[in-house]
């Protein structure tokens, strides 16, 4: 493991963000589908319906999450996406029995928009903090962190729903509160505009930086 990365405090709260998220985001898709198919009763195609909202959003929200991450810097456009992550996860725990449609769809909206701005911000800090020689590397980190948070996430919220089968809300509200550690990793990643490390610039392109030109 080349040091640059083991060291780096930056890619660190970009891996930890991206293990909170997915476990959020994942954790929430079962739980929920769990929800609608074991107490509303709807069968896979009405689930898959209701939770439509979310995906269309992880479509459109990539592109506009790449913009915002130019004009807004990492750290900002991460909050944002957590945020909306959290609002998503929160709005979901409020499921009964008598949720519309549209408060299903508003809950998966939100938690589409939020993951895919965590998403591309963490995953462009991480990959753009490493020098090319060790990008392979970091892409690996980026595909654990992914692989590790949804394990966690549905093993939480599957043990949390036998607490008390057929309500949403404890596994949930667990859930947000693992995203909301996400946003206080958020707070590490780099503030400004460029969010791009001194290790893919050349010897030039940093001289010039120090020297303003």
């Not at 640059?4 to 929430?28: D, N, Q, R, W």
């Not at 991460?78 to 549209?102: C, E, H, I, Q």
């Not at 690996?140 to 949390?160: C, E, H, R, S």
Request: charged share 10%; glycine share 14%.
């Amino acid at each position: 493991m080349p040091l640059e990365l083991l060291g780096s405090a930056t890619v660190g709260a970009a891996l930890g963000i991206l293990v909170a998220a997915s476990a959020a985001m994942f954790g929430t898709l079962f739980t929920a589908s769990y929800f609608l198919q074991g107490t509303l009763r709807l069968d896979p195609l009405e689930t898959g319906v209701r939770a439509l909202p979310g995906g269309v959003m992880m479509v459109l929200g990539a592109p506009v999450a790449a913009v915002l991450l130019r004009r807004l810097g990492a750290r900002a456009t991460t909050l944002t996406g957590t945020l909306l992550l959290t609002g998503g996860v929160l709005l979901l725990a409020r499921l009964d029995t008598a949720s519309t449609a549209v408060s299903v769809g508003a809950g998966f909206l939100l938690l589409g928009a939020g993951f895919a701005t965590v998403m591309v911000t963490a995953t462009a800090v991480v990959v753009r903090q490493a020098s090319a020689g060790s990008a392979g590397v970091a892409g690996g980190l980026q595909q654990t962190a992914m692989n590790i948070g949804p394990v966690l996430g549905i093993a939480a919220a599957a043990t949390l729903l036998t607490v008390k089968p057929g309500s949403p809300g404890l596994p949930l509200l667990t859930l947000a509160a693992i995203c909301t550690a996400g946003t206080l990793l958020a707070l590490r990643l780099p503030g400004h505009k460029n969010t791009v490390g001194t290790a893919h610039r050349s010897p030039d392109d940093t001289a010039s930086a120090r020297t303003g030109r």
